[in-house]
Nanobody, 121 residues
Framework: QVQLVESGGGSVQAGGSLRLSCAAS??????MGWFRQAPGKEREGVAA???????TYAESVKGRFTISRDKARNALHLQMSSLKSEDTAMYYC?????????????????WGQGTQVTVSS
């Protein structure tokens, strides 16, 4: 079992930046990812990373978001820059997918409770 707790969400104006963090406890997951879900929409993959720091990004965030992990602290981060109103969503940390670096929500076995990101234009 792994427990995931997100932090760092908030409100920001378009063009601004936020850094999300996810603390993992229980054991060190090999593969982790960030997802988001806006009201009335399906949960979508944002970025994923493996234990070798290989990454995958959704096209909509490439060049703006950076996923990273601090193995010593068993933490996952998502640095978000040049934020747009369409980035507004609840952001979730996930771990241990059936396929590493997948951006498909159903592939993941563990989820955090989420942290809200609101971008105003």
């Amino acid at each position: 079992q792994v427990q995931l707790v997100e932090s760092g969400g908030g409100s920001v104006q378009a063009g601004g930046s936020l850094r999300l963090s996810c603390a993992a406890s229980g054991y060190v997951p090999y593969c982790m990812g960030w997802f988001r879900q806006a009201p009335g929409k399906e949960r979508e993959g944002v970025a994923a990373i493996d234990s070798f720091d290989h990454t995958t990004y959704a096209e909509s965030v490439k060049g703006r978001f950076t996923i990273s992990r601090d193995k010593a602290r068993n933490a996952l981060h998502l640095q978000m820059s040049s934020l747009k109103s369409e980035d507004t969503a609840m952001y979730y940390c996930a771990a241990e997918p059936s396929l590493c670096r997948s951006l498909v929500a159903s592939d993941y076995n563990y989820w955090g409770q989420g942290t809200q990101v609101t971008v105003s234009s």
